[in-house]
């Protein structure tokens, strides 16, 4: 049974979290995630996730299922969900190591290929309408913030 405002702690009641930077980035991610989703299911059959991680795997940032874990900060079972169902639309297929048979790397398929070069316009598409009105210099100083952050929370992609 959820507590009517007035027996909150006032902690709880005093929280802005329409002012919380963490919770409008989150905010933000989901927006976007919710707009490619919109388009890579229309245009091709797949979640923005799905278009992300085979993107991902089809430039050569990640090869591995661990790697994809890694980047997206998510479980290694969900990522190999994920490959699963890639995997079972012909997008991708592992393929043994020949120097340690205990990797698995992942490869586009050529239908993948072609899913993968269609992406950079759907992700483009989707940023360009988030940024309207803001000028170059505002990118640019967006960019950098959000870099800053990923640096000062440690995170690799800061590099």
């Given amino acids: 049974m959820t507590k009517p405002p007035s027996q909150l702690p006032p902690e709880v009641c ?3 979290v329409d002012e919380s930077v963490g919770y409008l980035i989150a905010r933000a991610k989901s927006s976007l ?3 490619v989703t ?3 299911l ?3 059959g797949i979640t923005s996730t799905q278009a992300s991680m085979l993107f991902m795997i089809a430039s050569g940032r990640c090869s591995l299922a661990a790697e994809l874990a890694r980047d997206y900060g998510i479980d290694a079972s969900a990522v190999t969900r994920l490959i699963d169902r890639l995997e079972k639309r ?4 592992r393929v043994r190591s020949s120097e340690d048979r205990r990797a698995v790397h992942l490869a586009v398929t050529e239908e993948g290929r072609e899913l993968a070069a269609r992406m950079p316009e759907i992700f483009g ?3 360009d309408k988030a940024l309207a009105g803001f000028t170059p210099e505002e990118v ?3 960019k950098n913030m959000l870099r800053r952050i990923l ?3 440690g995170d690799p992609a800061a590099d």
Wanted: hydrophobic content about 35%.
């Fill in 33 to 35: 995630s919710n707009l």
């Fill in 125 to 127: 598409g989707v940023v």
């Fill in 42 to 44: 229309g245009e091709l």
């Fill in 90 to 93: 012909n997008l991708l297929s």
């Fill in 140 to 142: 640019g100083f967006l």
């Fill in 151 to 153: 640096a000062n929370t």
């Fill in 38 to 40: 919109q388009r890579t």
């Fill in 14 to 16: 005093s929280y802005q």
